[in-house]
């Protein structure tokens, strides 16, 4: 077999499409080698053989170890690699992008660099928030009054529905165990919500700090996108932890939200409205995750293209 230095990098056009690769492959508490073309898991109950080039992006979890030859078979096969907490619901940290394309992160560039658009694009997330209602026409101070009521009106329907007391939300950074069960749940939560988003974030190749709703941070649009599933998922799952007991509420509500993102295929919804809300009106390619070519061009002037690889002294010199 030949080794990674003597093996030719595979070109996109030899990479399996994103859509017909696994958008997740997660796993935990193993040693990850490569066999051929192939990655291995091993553990007490032996070794699996998974195609490098059927993954989308692989989630290490914890107790997991990897080598240098599996990580340098995944990065040829154009799979991403991200390190997450137990199933997923931290994010650590991440290689590269599965992505090639830069059209994702040019589309959410150009989108956070106009106020016109970076406010539809905010529009655009209320609405995915709370589809009953239009948000078209207002601004962003009222956006934000009534997604600040939207989240008070949910946390008391939640509070109804499970028969919590509810004092409302209390929470000081840093110190977790200074609220009650609820509020603690509500914190686990987003915490986890957090790193799902960031994971996925960085898997699709786009930026975590260029939000459009927050702003200021290095995740801004890690803590839009995770807001995004906040009424539906986070709180109503914190609120039935915190009824089932305020006993070790932190480590059951990330188990339990765990298991209500697996049930609701969260992880692919989430890469569809983040391509939703970039992708839209740009003219570009659909397929935030991958490219099925090398496509790199140089900017000239006026916005236009041209192709790379080509000496342009002597066009210059002409000009002058």
């Known amino acids: 077999m030949a080794t990674p230095s003597q093996r030719p990098a595979s070109s996109p056009r030899d990479l399996t499409r994103a859509a017909d ?16 073309n192939a990655i291995t898991a091993e553990d007490a109950e032996g070794i699996t053989h998974i195609p490098s080039a059927t993954i989308g992006t692989l989630l290490l979890g914890p107790g997991t170890r990897i080598t240098h030859q599996a990580m340098s078979m995944l990065g040829e096969t154009g799979a991403g690699v991200v390190w997450v907490g137990e199933h997923g619901v931290r994010y650590y940290a991440g290689g590269r992008a599965l ?16 106020p016109r658009s970076r406010l539809d694009v905010a529009r655009a997330m209320y609405r995915l928030r709370f589809p009953d209602e239009d948000p078209a026409g207002l601004t962003r101070r009222e956006l934000l009054g009534r997604e600040g009521q939207r989240v008070k009106d949910c ?22 165990t200074s609220g009650d069960a609820v509020n603690q749940a509500i914190t686990a939560a987003a915490q986890a919500m957090y790193g799902v988003a960031h994971a996925v974030t960085a898997a699709l190749g ?6 459009f709703v927050h702003s200021g941070h290095e995740l801004s649009f890690v803590l839009d996108v995770a807001d995004l599933y906040k009424t539906e998922v986070g709180i109503p799952v914190a609120f039935d932890s915190a009824a089932e007991s305020p006993e070790d509420v932190g480590a059951r509500t990330r188990r339990a939200l765990r298991d ?39 900017q000239s002037d006026r916005d236009e293209q041209v192709a790379a690889g080509v000496n342009y002294a002597s066009l210059a010199e002409e000009s002058w």
């Not at 690769?21 to 051929?36: K, M, P, Q």
């Not at 003219?283 to 790199?296: E, L």
């Open 260 to 298: 209500r993102i697996h049930e609701l295929a969260l992880l692919d919804r989430v890469v569809d409205d983040i391509k939703g809300l970039l992708l839209t009106d740009t003219g570009r390619a659909t397929d935030g995750m991958t490219s099925d070519m090398d496509n790199v061009t140089l």
């Open 206 to 211: 786009a930026s975590p700090a260029l939000g």
């Open 99 to 114: 992505t090639r394309s830069s059209a994702l992160a040019e589309a959410q560039a150009l989108r956070w660099a106009n």
């Open 155 to 176: 946390y008391r329907t939640q509070a109804d529905r499970t028969g919590i007391p509810w004092k409302g939300r209390r929470y000081t950074p840093g110190d977790f």
């Open 21 to 36: 690769r696994l958008s997740f492959v997660y796993l935990e508490r193993c040693t990850i080698h490569r066999d051929a």
